[in-house]
Structures are given as structure tokens and as C-alpha cells.
């Protein structure tokens, strides 16, 4: 009777286990279904777009046929750039800081802000930098457009920067004093090192993330139907000619700005693959 029972229990736990396992495989396929669909339909309408004039020209006046979109193109490195520039030194330093003081009121604080920054809407930061910078200077900017999109990126560079170096074993750090080596040379030669792939994952990811964000721009960037690499005045981006051409009545605009979109998806999932690749490449095994 006894052997008859854990039989039974034994088909029943393993029925279960056949219909978990199939309950994530079909949960995971309808989680990916929507990706490859909206992937699809970017790069059918998109590949239409694509030619020699949408990379190296600039949009032609309301009414006329053709243009491309250098401007938008070289206007988003350049805000990306800049954005960099202001985010990361900031973001790593701050990780660093975090990492090493575990406990402590300043680092607490710290990180619930970090974490209040990353729930924070985009658009909110847009106006924040619109106050902070554009209504000062009274004019848009590309300076304007990198500051709002760097503070996009603190929380994500901060995050992944702190987490990765609290995984360094602490017995590097140790065999590092034991020779004498001052604090800040630990931190600089040995500690970030250690922690490299985990720090440039979360600058690929937060740039990925960036790249594509369109209402920061709007108030501050604003976009710029001519060429120009002038930081102190307003700047086209990718999402923010995709934005204005795709709610045109124009066909044309709209064709162009399928063709942008393609441009700025592939952007984005390269950085993506780039970030996996870095990850699991310079991972460092203790």
C-alpha cells in the first residue's frame, strides 16, 4: 500500500514538473513574440528607407521629396558624446563610493537616491533641465540635451558600477595593503580591473538606454532642421526626428522616419549584443 502511494505521488510531482517546465517555456515564447514582431515590422517598413541620401543628407524643406537624416544621426553621438563625458566620472566614482561604504547614513541616503532617480520619468528630467539650463541661458542646447540624458544615465552606471565591485574578493584588496600599495592605487590597479566588464556593461547599457529617449530633448535640445555641432545651440537627435516625421501627413517624412527608426534599433541592439559580449568575455573568475 505504502509503495502503491509513493508511486503515486512520484507521477503526480512528476505531471507537475511537466507542466511547470511547459508553463515557462510557453510563458518565455509569448514574452519574445512581441520583440520579434515589433522587430519585423520596424525592418519592413525601415529597409524601404534605407539608401545613400538618408545617411549623408539633411532634410529637405516641408513639401520637398527626398533628404536623410545626418543631421539627427551626428546630433545623437553628440549628445550621447557629452553625456558620457558628464555621467560617467560621476557614476563611477559614486559606485566606488557606494561599494566601500556598505553601512553609513551618507551612503544610505545615497542609495535611495539613486533609486529615486531611476524611477524618475524622463520628461520630469527634461524639465528639470529646461529649468536648470535653458531658461537661464534662454536658449536650447545641446549642452542642455547631454546634462538631462546624463542624469539618465547616473542610476544605471552608479548600480551596476556598485554591484559589480562588491563582488571583488576582499583578499585582493588585503594582499594589496599588505604591499604597501596607498588606498587610491588600490582602488585604480587593482579593484576597477578586477570589475571592468561589470563597469562597461552598465555604461553600454545606460547609453543603450539613452539613445533612444525623446522627451528630455523636446525641452531642451529641441532639434535642428540644418547641420550643426554647435554645443550652445539646438541639436537634432534620432528620436526626436523619428517623433516629428512619423506624426507628419507627409508619406515621405514617414518613410524617412521608418528608415530612422531602423537606424536607431539596430544602434541599440548592437550596444546590447556588445554589452553581452563584454560580460561574459572579460568576466574575472576568483
Known amino acids: 500500500m505504502k509503495k502503491e502511494l509513493t508511486e503515486a505521488k512520484l507521477f503526480i510531482n512528476n505531471i507537475k514538473d511537466k507542466f511547470f517546465t511547459v508553463l515557462i517555456v510557453f510563458l518565455s515564447i509569448a514574452m519574445v513574440i512581441p520583440l520579434i514582431l515589433i522587430l519585423f515590422y520596424i525592418f519592413r517598413n525601415g529597409i524601404m528607407a534605407i539608401n545613400w541620401e538618408l545617411f549623408f543628407n539633411i532634410p529637405k524643406p516641408t513639401g520637398e521629396t527626398g533628404g536623410g537624416v545626418s543631421n539627427a544621426i551626428v546630433g545623437s553621438l553628440i549628445l550621447i558624446f557629452f553625456a558620457c563625458i558628464i555621467a560617467l566620472p560621476v557614476g563611477i566614482a559614486s559606485g566606488i563610493y557606494l561599494s566601500e561604504n ?33 531658461v537661464p541661458s534662454k536658449s536650447f542646447s545641446a549642452i542642455s540635451g547631454s546634462v538631462s540624458l546624463a542624469i539618465m544615465m547616473l542610476p544605471v552606471v552608479i548600480k551596476n558600477t556598485e554591484e559589480t565591485l562588491k563582488l571583488i574578493p576582499l583578499s585582493l584588496k588585503e594582499a594589496a595593503y599588505a604591499l604597501g600599495v596607498p588606498y587610491h592605487r588600490v582602488i585604480l590597479k587593482v579593484v576597477l580591473p578586477a570589475g571592468l566588464s561589470g563597469v562597461l556593461t552598465g555604461i553600454l547599457v545606460s547609453v543603450a538606454r539613452i539613445a533612444g529617449e525623446t522627451a528630455p530633448l523636446l525641452f531642451t535640445a529641441f532639434g535642428n532642421p540644418f547641420f550643426s555641432t554647435n554645443l550652445f545651440k539646438p541639436i537634432e537627435a534620432l528620436p526626436h526626428i523619428i517623433f516629428k516625421y512619423a506624426s507628419s501627413p507627409y508619406e515621405d ?16 541592439l548592437f550596444l546590447n549584443l556588445i554589452a553581452k559580449v563584454v560580460s561574459k568575455k572579460w568576466k574575472v573568475k576568483f
Not at 103 to 128: C, E, N, Y
Open 102 to 134: 556598505k553601512s553609513g547614513k551618507l551612503a544610505q541616503i545615497a542609495r535611495v537616491t539613486v533609486d529615486v532617480l531611476q524611477g524618475i520619468p524622463s520628461i520630469v528630467i527634461g524639465i528639470i533641465a529646461y529649468i536648470w539650463i535653458v
Open 253 to 268: 517624412w514617414q518613410s524617412i522616419a521608418w528608415g530612422a527608426s531602423l537606424i536607431l534599433v539596430a544602434f541599440v
